[in-house]
């Protein structure tokens, strides 16, 4: 199993509330970003160095079982399998925050609602006129496979 050194984030300290950005390119100044790349690739700052930057893709993630208190994704597409690391990954009770463009009256999140349990809330917003949906999922606390959670880091 990886260490959290061993995917470049040496000096995380898992005892602070740990926020994950899923393709995230620094958005969120106190998430670490799961990216592929190492370069920023929208926005004024595109070409800069991802900060806090955790290489892997969603339908992989290189981080021990159970460890994230806060999962955000946005764009990023959802397919079942990154759904199912986003469980592997979450903490019980953990918060799950995905924002997805609404098409053709479609719901963006359909399947993060069957795969993930819990309780969630919807948002709908507006970004340069593009209607986007906000899903808020706070993961259930007493599933099965999270009964014996270790929040070490093995070595």
């Given at each position: ?97 995905l ?32 209607a ?15 009964a ?8």
């Amino acid at each position: 199993m990886k260490t959290f050194a061993s995917f470049g984030a040496e000096n995380m300290n898992v005892t602070q509330p740990f926020v994950v950005d899923i393709g995230g390119e620094g958005r969120h100044c106190a998430a670490w970003n799961l990216n592929p790349r190492r370069f920023k690739t929208c926005g004024p700052d595109s070409g800069q160095p991802i900060p806090r930057l955790i290489m892997g893709r969603s339908e992989a993630v290189p981080l021990p079982n159970h460890v994230v208190d806060m999962i955000i994704v946005e764009r990023t597409p959802l397919s079942r399998r990154a759904l199912d690391e986003i469980k592997r990954i979450a903490r019980p009770g953990a918060l799950v925050v995905l924002r997805h463009a609404r098409a053709f009256g479609m719901d963006p999140h359909r399947l993060a609602k069957e795969v993930l349990a819990g309780t969630w809330c919807v948002r709908e917003c507006q970004i340069e006129s593009r209607a986007y949906q906000v899903l808020v999922i706070q993961l259930a606390e007493t599933a099965p496979e999270f009964a014996s959670v270790n929040r070490s880091v093995p070595q």
